[in-house]
């Protein structure tokens, strides 16, 4: 339970990192602006899930180098790949694959770097 919290981060004072009952695993060079909010856990799993008991500790990731935009919310559980890029106001309710730049709700991916060009390009 709580926050891991890697090397060379930046987290806004006016972030919010909610790991009641769950877990946020922060890596490396990651940055966390205004507003966004990192949630681990989530009270509707009761009732909309009343045959299956409550996970005992949901984990929430942001891998090395992710970004998260102003305003953003990472719901519980998700994982954030490395080097991806949540967009101001975004939902992110869903894994995000290394590389991405992601916006909206519901959340799409609209770029993703070419390790080859070593640009982002529009998808
Ligand atoms: C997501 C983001 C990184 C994309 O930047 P970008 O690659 O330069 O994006 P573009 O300007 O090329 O926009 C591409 C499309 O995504 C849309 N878009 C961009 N950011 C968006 C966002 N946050 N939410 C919804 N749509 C967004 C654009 O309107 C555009 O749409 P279109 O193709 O229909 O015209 C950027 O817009 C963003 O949100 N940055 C975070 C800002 C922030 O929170 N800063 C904190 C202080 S440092």
Redesign the pocket.
Known sequence: MGVEIGNNCFISVGAWLDHRRGQILIGNNVNI??GAKILSHDATFGRLNKKTSMPKTIITRLDNDV?I????IVLAGVHIHENS??????VVSKDVPSNC?V??NPMKI??KYNMNTEE?E?V
């Open positions: 602006t205004n970004f935009g102003m305003n953003a890029i949540i967009g101001a106001g975004a730049v916006v909206g609209i770029k982002w529009a």
